[in-house]
């Protein structure tokens, strides 16, 4: 009786709602994507960054896996969470999505449940993600995404659009710990309007490159791009992750 009551109560909280509203946006969009883009599932990260606890867990409980954190030390306390870990068992995979040092990437390597860095725009960047992962002991490889600029804005981190192949040869080579899946970018405010949107242009044809140098199939390159505002632009363009937080959460206090 209690354990129904309980699902009841939290079908009907305010975040399991908003998230379910994005699930059927995303599916909508997805269906909107035209022929010869990626036809994969579009995965929604929930961008839980400043969120307390509670939220989390009221998300987790309505289904929601994959949650994004974009500073190291909110990641690590949120991870080691009691609490937390008793509701999930553990079953979180977290995304980092925030601009990583290299002096964070021994920290970062230890916090459990690490899913996948979203952001890595460098060689000396990805060599040190790989040495910290190694030493860490971890079994698996670590899924990464490399960082693509693609607005050129000074104040993004992300590689230049025309490095991108060099740092995903790189990390294929020389990062035998990370595991390449596919390309982020942030992208320029204001341009979520634009009928074609010149930075999801612009991460997909980069993915095409990457593709075809490296011979991984265009379903299996995986492209995250889109966030509250333009989620389903993006998925219509290609976007198979879109990190969405506002939209589930509510605005940042």
């Known amino acids: 009786m209690f354990v129904a009551a309980r699902r009841v109560m939290v079908a009907l909280t305010e975040v399991g709602r908003a998230r379910e509203t994005i699930l059927q946006r995303i599916e909508a969009a997805k269906l909107r994507r ?35 954190e974009n500073y190291v030390q909110e990641l690590e ?34 916090i459990p449940n690490l899913h996948m860095v979203e952001t890595v725009d460098s060689k000396k960047l990805a060599d040190c993600l790989n040495k910290a992962w190694e030493s860490a002991g971890k079994q698996d490889q670590l899924n990464i995404m490399v960082q693509v600029n693609t607005s050129q804005e000074e104040n993004k981190s992300g590689c230049p659009p025309s490095d991108c192949v060099t740092i995903v040869d790189h990390i294929l080579a020389q990062c035998k710990k990370l595991n390449f899946v596919g390309l982020m970018t942030i992208g320029q405010l204001g341009r979520s309007n634009a009928d074609s949107n010149p930075d999801f242009k612009l991460l997909s044809e980069c993915g095409k490159t990457v593709c075809d140098r490296f011979n991984i199939p265009i379903n299996v390159l995986e492209l995250s791009m889109g966030m509250s505002q333009d989620f389903e632009h993006a998925i219509e363009m290609g976007s198979t992750s879109v990190r969405v937080g506002s939209a589930i959460f509510g605005s940042r206090q």
């Open 34 to 68: 035209p022929d010869g883009l990626p036809s994969r599932e579009p995965r929604l990260v929930a961008v839980s960054k400043t969120k307390p606890i509670n939220l989390i867990i009221d998300a987790f409980e309505s289904g929601q896996i994959h949650f994004g």
């Open 77 to 110: 306390r949120k991870a080691n969470d009691e609490e937390l870990l008793k509701v999930t068992n553990g079953q979180i995979k977290w995304h980092f999505i925030g601009h990583l040092q290299s002096n964070k990437c021994k920290k970062l390597a230890a």
